[in-house]
T-cell receptor, first 115, second 115 residues
Framework: AQKITQTQPGMFVQEKEAVTLDCTYD???????LFWYKQPSSGEMIFLIY??????QNATEGRYSLNFQKARKSANLVISASQLGDSAMYFC????????????FGPGTRLSVLP | NAGVTQTPKFRVLKTGQSMTLLCAQD?????MYWYRQDPGMGLRLIHY???????AKGEVPDGYNVSRLKKQNFLLGLESAAPSQTSVYFC??????????????FGSGTQLSVL
């Protein structure tokens, strides 16, 4: 069963606007972590933001914030004031507690920022 | 700061040939992973290691073997390459795998084509 779902294969956003990339996850483990990675066209994987299952507040890192809705098992990435350099693939990922191998990725969303 | 280094960056093989991908990390991380990335499927775990001398199977291990003779190195082998193994391969590492906030550090990837 798919543990991480990203329903938007591709998204477009106008430069300077905000955009939300969707991510839903499936786990029965009460302890888990959620991650977002960015993969620009150059191919490297860049860590953006982390949210723990027990964190009370939504994570923020500069222009990135994570809209964490635990009951809905949703961890959407919000990018404010989009820039041309934000055009990339974005992957949502989850690590479940206690098991090193359980770091699973979603299929990704390709974001294109329009000038 | 080298981080995680993968070699080679590109390789073309003929069906049936063998090759080894090398991953080296200089962060003293215990856990190392090999993923493959295919369009629309995100990153899928091939094999992982929780420490020197240990290896374990991930989600898609068939056709691959791994070895971790030294803590800093994790080798991925293809004994008899098949066109289905055409993919981008990523090595990653983390300090441990038991905490949910342990992010993965990635190498730059290897583009492998099997003809």
């Amino acid at each position: 069963a798919q543990k991480i779902t990203q329903t938007q294969p591709g998204m477009f956003v106008q430069e300077k606007e905000a955009v939300t990339l969707d991510c839903t996850y499936d786990t029965s483990d009460p302890s888990y972590g959620l991650f977002w990675y960015k993969q620009p066209s150059s191919g490297e994987m860049i860590f953006l933001i982390y949210q723990g299952s027990y964190d009370q507040q939504n994570a923020t890192e500069g222009r990135y914030s994570l809209n964490f809705q635990k009951a809905r098992k949703s961890a959407n990435l919000v990018i404010s004031a989009s820039q041309l350099g934000d055009s990339a693939m974005y992957f949502c990922a989850m690590r479940e507690g206690g098991y090193g191998q359980n770091f699973v990725f979603g299929p990704g969303t390709r974001l294109s920022v329009l000038p | 700061n080298a981080g995680v280094t993968q070699t080679p960056k590109f390789r073309v093989l003929k069906t049936g040939q063998s090759m080894t991908l090398l991953c080296a990390q200089d962060m003293n991380h215990e856990y190392m992973y090999w993923y493959r990335q295919d369009p629309g499927m995100g990153l899928r775990l091939i094999h992982y290691s929780v420490g020197e001398g240990t290896t374990a199977k991930g989600e898609v291990p068939d056709g691959y073997n791994v070895s971790r003779l030294k803590k800093q190195n994790f080798l991925l082998g293809l004994e008899s390459a098949a066109p289905s193994q055409t993919s981008v391969y990523f090595c990653a590492s983390s300090y441990s795998g038991t905490a949910t906030n342990e992010k993965l550090f990635f190498g730059s990837g290897t583009q492998l084509s099997v003809l």
